[in-house]
């Protein structure tokens, strides 16, 4: 596909079917990095991408590393062996690596520490390099799935430890509505937003997503009605040493600075539940939203929000002269479902 392009594989998080690769996708297309997705299977994506793929190591909360693909295929152990067999190993020469094993839900019957065992043979019978399990040179990494395989050379690890540092109930602030942080940064990352971008959240809560988008590089407008969610979120914001945003009391869907453009507007739109509607029915907060979003969204600009299931919205986004580019279902408990949406404003 000419000068530029290579080929990586990614195991992704196995915490939703669907969302990993979506926001994989939504962080290149940010980034504006050309690419193609050749396969998935299960939490293996392989894909060929033109330049590098870090933007992904520095934003992504649901993708746990990525490596150079050397070669990949079909079958078990045995094939996997066959192709560790046919790779040119030489760039190993006067280097020390290790295997590691990847199985997702596959190869049951063989154990990931025979095939890291039987692999390290191979590589090291067609290679000057040396065996070093700690701190190698390199890592060989081979990930298999109930049908495919994956064997590469890792080029990063995802680092979420700062993700699970702000986990809702280690906030100062916490309610028990308040958004992980990870699938908070998952949503902001379906905006495709860049650094620099406005990304408004008109019911902030306890401000996760504000929280998120600053991380990134973002200016965060972060708007409630609730005076606590307000001092709460700011609080928070604090807490993160979260500098580029800005936290308000105001009646979002009445905001009266819709001249003020934005870019992006990310948010979970309350419920009744945990979190009030202050009298609004679910369909009115949807279809306000999406005349806020008509509203000051700058062009091109991307709505995500997430509602309970049971809504029919399509007309209401077709209504507001957007488009629906991805959607999401995600189980938060037997009671209840919601969806993310993802439109645009062409």
């Known amino acids: 596909m000419g000068a530029g392009w290579r080929t990586y594989s990614l195991l992704l998080s196995g915490e939703h079917p669907t969302l990993p690769l979506a926001e994989v996708l939504a962080i290149l297309e940010a980034e504006g990095v050309p690419f193609e997705v050749l396969s998935r299977d299960g939490r293996l994506v392989r894909l060929r991408a033109k330049g590098l793929l870090d933007s992904i190591e520095r934003r992504a909360a649901l993708c746990h590393m990525c490596c150079a693909e050397l070669a990949s295929g079909e079958g078990g152990a045995e094939d996997v062996l066959e192709a560790a067999k046919g790779i040119d190993w030489s760039f190993l020469d006067g280097k020390t690596f290790s295997v590691r094993v990847y199985k997702c839900g596959a190869l049951s019957r063989v154990s990931g520490a025979s095939l890291e065992r039987a692999v390290g043979e191979v590589v090291a019978k067609r290679s000057r390099g040396r065996v070093r399990l700690l701190k190698p040179d390199v890592e060989v990494v081979v990930i298999v799935t109930s049908k495919s395989f994956s064997i590469g050379t890792l080029l990063f690890r995802v680092d979420r430890r700062g ?71 700011a609080l928070n914001m604090a807490f993160y040493d979260v500098e580029a945003g800005d936290v308000a009391r105001a009646d979002s869907l009445l905001w009266p600075l819709r001249e003020q453009g934005v870019d992006r507007i990310v948010t979970d739109l309350p419920y009744g539940r945990t979190s009030s509607t202050h009298g609004r029915t679910r369909l009115e907060l949807v279809s306000g939203l999406l005349s806020l979003a008509g509203a000051v969204l700058r062009g091109g600009g991307v709505a995500v929000f997430m509602h309970e299931r049971g809504l029919e919205v399509e007309d209401l986004v077709s209504d507001a002269g957007a488009r629906l580019i991805d959607q999401h279902e995600i189980r938060v408990h037997g009671g209840l479902t919601r969806v993310v949406r993802v439109v645009a404003f062409d």
């Not at 109930?169 to 958004?179: A, D, E, H, M």
């Not at 860049?194 to 991380?215: K, Q, T, Y």
Request: aromatic share 6%; with cysteine.
């Open 163 to 233: 993700l699970a540092a702000r986990r809702p109930r280690l906030r100062p602030f916490f309610r028990p509505s308040s958004l992980d942080s990870k699938l908070a940064r998952a949503l902001v990352n379906l905006s495709r937003c860049r650094p620099g971008d406005v990304v408004l959240d008109p019911f902030a809560g306890s401000g996760s997503i504000g929280v998120e988008a600053a991380l990134l590089g973002c200016y965060s407008v972060n708007l409630d009605l609730d005076e606590e969610m307000v001092s709460g979120c």
